[in-house]
């Protein structure tokens, strides 16, 4: 991690969920206070100049018509102009981009504008993926037609053609510098296309980190991240931890990395020094208990940044 002025921006984009309240995840992680400090104020502690983007202006959902697969795809495409355009002058200016979710369909615009950037400024840019879920449906194999599910299959080139086509060019991801850790609820559909794209040695799943250690697959998937030439980018879903640690997300999973195996993925990848940016994604405050996620969700941003025990 290169910059030293942290560039803090919130996307409060709920409706690619099928819960709403992820939408509110934003302001409770930049309003809470953790240890009687906000959030800017422990980024600053940290020794990074700081500021506050706001948040991102997001198109109003309208009601989703009967058998509409991706639901909500023209707000989407909406928002996801003003995203790019956001995380776009953010890298501009030289700042690290903390990014605020929303839910995990902004995956698609940010990083898209993350690539993009960096395809005219040092080459292509790896990704670092934590999540329960694999989010590489299609609209042909989703269930629910939710955008949230979909957002990795759309930076790997796959999927509806106006998502995949942001930015002008895809695939946004290239495959060899892509890796998932924690994945424990894989959909039929999901499991065909991870095999059709060859990707099952890129995930490391809640089995594998039960058999080799957190450690171990968090150094070997910032081994394959890191090789891309100008770096890689980490998005973060909080139901990659399990619901007794992280009860705030609107799509829980038993099984999940524990609160310090959480930590300690992020203190590594902070300790690699190529990360370009940090996106969290999916805390809903409606169903969180006594703000524990969102709490738990910036100390998370802090590690990622570098915080450490001592």
Same mark, same amino acid.
């Given at each position: 991690?290169?910059?030293?002025?942290?560039?803090?921006? *919130?996307? /409060? $984009?709920?409706?690619?969920? +099928?819960?709403?309240? !992820?939408? %509110?995840?934003?302001?409770?992680?930049?309003?809470?206070?953790?240890?009687?400090?906000?959030?800017?104020?422990?980024?600053?502690?940290?020794?990074?100049?700081?500021?506050?983007?706001?948040?991102?202006?997001?198109?109003?959902?309208?009601?989703?018509?009967?058998?509409?697969?991706?639901?909500?795809?023209?707000?989407?495409?909406?928002?996801?102009?003003?995203?790019?355009?956001?995380?776009?002058?953010?890298?501009?200016?030289?700042?690290?981009?903390?990014?605020?979710?929303?839910?995990?369909?902004?995956?698609?615009?940010?990083?898209?504008?993350?690539?993009?950037?960096?395809?005219?400024?040092?080459?292509?840019?790896?990704?670092?993926?934590?999540?329960?879920?694999?989010?590489?449906?299609?609209?042909?194999?989703?269930?629910?037609?939710?955008?949230? *599910?979909? /957002? $990795?299959?759309?930076?790997? +080139?796959?999927?509806? !053609?106006? %998502?995949?086509?942001?930015?002008?060019?895809?695939?946004?991801?290239?495959?060899?510098?892509?890796?998932?850790?924690?994945?424990?609820?894989?959909?039929?559909?999901?499991?065909?296309?991870?095999?059709?794209?060859?990707?099952?040695?890129?995930?490391?799943?809640?089995?594998?980190?039960?058999?080799?250690?957190?450690?171990?697959?968090?150094?070997?998937?910032?081994?394959?991240?890191?090789?891309?030439?100008?770096?890689?980018?980490?998005?973060?879903?909080?139901?990659?931890?399990?619901?007794?640690?992280?009860?705030?997300?609107?799509?829980?999973?038993?099984?999940?990395?524990?609160?310090?195996?959480?930590?300690?993925?992020?203190?590594?990848?902070?300790?690699?020094?190529?990360?370009?940016?940090?996106?969290?994604?999916?805390?809903?405050?409606?169903?969180?208990?006594?703000?524990?996620?969102?709490?738990?969700?910036?100390?998370?941003? %802090?590690?990622?940044?570098?915080?450490?025990?001592?």
């Amino acid at each position: 991690m290169g910059a030293k002025k942290i560039g803090l921006l *919130g996307v /409060p $984009l709920g409706f690619g969920a +099928g819960k709403t309240g !992820s939408e %509110l995840g934003v302001n409770a992680m930049r309003l809470s206070m953790v240890r009687g400090q906000r959030l800017a104020d422990h980024i600053r502690g940290l020794g990074f100049e700081f500021v506050d983007h706001g948040d991102v202006q997001i198109q109003a959902p309208r009601e989703s018509a009967e058998g509409e697969n991706p639901k909500h795809l023209a707000e989407m495409l909406a928002s996801s102009e003003n995203v790019i355009r956001s995380v776009s002058e953010i890298l501009r200016a030289g700042e690290f981009p903390v990014i605020l979710g929303g839910d995990h369909s902004i995956a698609i615009p940010t990083f898209s504008a993350i690539s993009s950037h960096f395809r005219e400024n040092g080459g292509e840019v790896g990704l670092i993926w934590f999540d329960a879920h694999a989010d590489i449906n299609t609209p042909e194999s989703s269930p629910s037609g939710n955008i949230h *599910g979909m /957002p $990795l299959a759309v930076l790997l +080139g796959e999927g509806d !053609s106006r %998502l995949v086509d942001l930015c002008g060019f895809s695939p946004k991801l290239n495959k060899k510098y892509f890796a998932h850790i924690g994945a424990r609820d894989i959909d039929p559909g999901e499991r065909a296309e991870i095999e059709k794209l060859g990707l099952r040695d890129h995930f490391f799943t809640m089995s594998d980190i039960d058999r080799r250690g957190m450690a171990a697959c968090v150094a070997d998937a910032v081994k394959i991240a890191s090789a891309a030439p100008a770096g890689f980018a980490v998005t973060f879903d909080v139901d990659g931890i399990d619901p007794r640690f992280a009860p705030g997300s609107g799509t829980l999973v038993r099984g999940g990395a524990t609160y310090r195996e959480a930590h300690l993925a992020l203190e590594m990848i902070a300790e690699n020094g190529r990360m370009l940016s940090f996106e969290i994604v999916e805390v809903n405050p409606l169903l969180d208990q006594s703000n524990i996620t969102v709490e738990l969700a910036c100390e998370l941003i %802090l590690s990622a940044l570098g915080k450490t025990i001592l």
